[in-house]
């Protein structure tokens, strides 16, 4: 289990990071924090328009990075085709990328044709 001080860190800074996506970011479509029964572990799916929304990203949260480092352990993988502006920014193994292979996608409106409605929050 995750100490307090960790856990109210952690939370104070996915706080700010969202914030942040809210008020500054032109093309994050997606941005969830997801926290394990006890916070010792976080998972955050963020989905972008394209390559320079997760750039513009990127450069907003910057200074958000030292901090999130200090208080957990981080990876990432990046799922897509990048631009070669991005491509030229990644070094190094991480963030992994793995390319589309397959997919299938249900939207809004194709759940409302069948009379079913997504999960609210």
């Given at each position: 289990m995750a100490d307090a001080r960790s856990i109210r860190a952690r939370e104070r800074l996915s706080a700010r990071a969202t914030e942040i996506v809210r008020?500054?970011?032109t093309g994050?479509?997606?941005?969830d924090?997801?926290?394990n029964?006890?916070?010792s572990e976080a998972v955050v799916i963020e989905r972008f328009r394209d390559s320079q929304?997760?750039?513009e990203h990127g450069e907003n949260v910057a200074a958000l990075?030292?901090?999130i480092i200090a208080t957990a352990s981080v990876s990432g993988e990046l799922l897509g085709e990048l631009s070669p502006e991005l491509r030229?920014?990644?070094?190094?193994d991480v963030p992994q990328l793995f390319s589309l292979y397959r997919s299938?996608?249900?939207?809004?409106a194709a759940t409302k044709t069948h009379g079913a409605s997504p999960p609210s929050r």
């Open positions: 008020a500054q970011d994050t479509l997606q941005y924090t997801y926290f029964d006890d916070d929304a997760l750039i990075m030292e901090p030229a920014k990644m070094t190094g299938m996608s249900v939207t809004r």
